[in-house]
């Protein structure tokens, strides 16, 4: 799975620290060059890192989402029931302070 250009641009101080602890598997390594081990743990650790890093931040990013969505489907004012009596100021006041704190904990 592949980041996005924003999650690139929020981890791109950990993306490079992350290419700094493989730098040195670009250079040719073989079976008896010492300190392999140590090299393939630290690799493995910085990947494990980022990745739980990565997999935390996303799915922050989709509950964000979801909430953002809700929000903005929400319906602020219906229409008040009754038909043809028109609400006087107060009784429209109540019915709409009712709407919205029936919408904030929806949301909430």
Known sequence: ESLTDVEKMLFSKKLKQL????????????????GILEFVETCDNAINEFQSLVNQVQKNSSIIEKVVTQISTTSVIKEPPGGDDVL?????????????????????
């Open 88 to 108: 006087d100021l107060s009784e429209m006041f109540e019915y709409v302070e009712k709407q919205r704190m029936d919408h904030v904990e929806e949301l909430v």
């Open 19 to 34: 290419r700094d602890v493989l730098e040195p598997g670009y250079s040719p390594l073989n079976w008896n060059s010492l």
